[in-house]
């Protein structure tokens, strides 16, 4: 079965800072790569989703892949309080399949 | 949200009633989705639905089953709603490029 895995925080930054965020996953053979933010209470919504190495840039978020590593990333400049959310990182085979989630705080 | 509908928003049922939830999408998607996310679990797979009929089994399928006799509609039934069961459900729909998510069920068994 499909794993994959987040710390769960909370990560805590300072407004205006880079907030990294980082995803493991088991199967080698999977293809395509979500982040979800997830406000409280709030459904997830769909920030970024990124296929191949390197990097993917999208305004202040960055999606970071390295399948060779197994490893994706997201990271978020000039972080506001706005961002504070759980974010959810979803590797999808023949359906998505997320992570515990990332909780974010930023403070101002 | 992607014309997304559930039904109820919140519900209180009893151990041992069914219970059906009701997901409702306005674009004509063919894949549709029920998940249920718990503290310390996060969003788990529970059935699927690939077109009208079509269904499968996700990771936590046991005690619940689905429905889908319309493209825009897929039901979700506790078919004896269990204390375990209480949980946030969430529908989705869309394929590879990502899910778009309903705002969600809340659903308490006491």
């Avoid at chain 1, 493991?24 to 409280?40: E, P, V």
């Avoid at chain 2, 063919?30 to 269904?55: A, F, N």
Wanted: proline share 4%.
């Amino acid at each position: 079965q499909k794993e994959v895995e987040q710390n769960s925080g909370p990560l805590s930054v300072p407004e205006g800072a880079i907030a990294s965020l980082n995803c493991t996953y088991s199967d080698r053979g999977s293809q395509s790569f979500f982040w979800y933010r997830q406000y409280s209470g709030k459904s997830p919504e769909l920030i970024m989703f990124i296929y191949s190495n390197g990097d993917k840039e999208d305004g202040r978020f960055t999606a970071q892949l390295n399948k060779a590593s197994q490893y994706v990333s997201l990271l978020i400049r000039d972080s506001q309080p706005s961002d504070s959310a759980t974010y959810l990182c979803a590797v999808i085979d023949s359906t998505l399949t997320f992570g515990k989630g990332t909780m974010l705080l930023v403070s101002p | 949200d992607a014309g997304i509908t559930q039904s109820p928003r919140h519900k209180v049922t009893e151990t041992g009633t069914p219970v059906t939830l009701r997901c409702h999408q306005t674009e004509n998607h063919r894949y549709m989705y029920w998940y249920r996310q718990d503290p310390g679990h996060g969003l788990r797979l529970i059935h699927y639905s690939y077109g009208v009929k079509d269904t499968d089994k996700g990771e936590v399928s046991d005690g619940y089953s689905v429905s889908r006799s319309k493209t825009e509609d897929f039901l979700l039934t506790l078919e004896s709603a269990t204390s375990s069961q209480t949980s946030v459900y969430f529908c989705a729909v869309g394929q590879g490029n990502g899910y778009t998510f309903g705002s969600g069920t809340r659903l308490t068994v006491v």
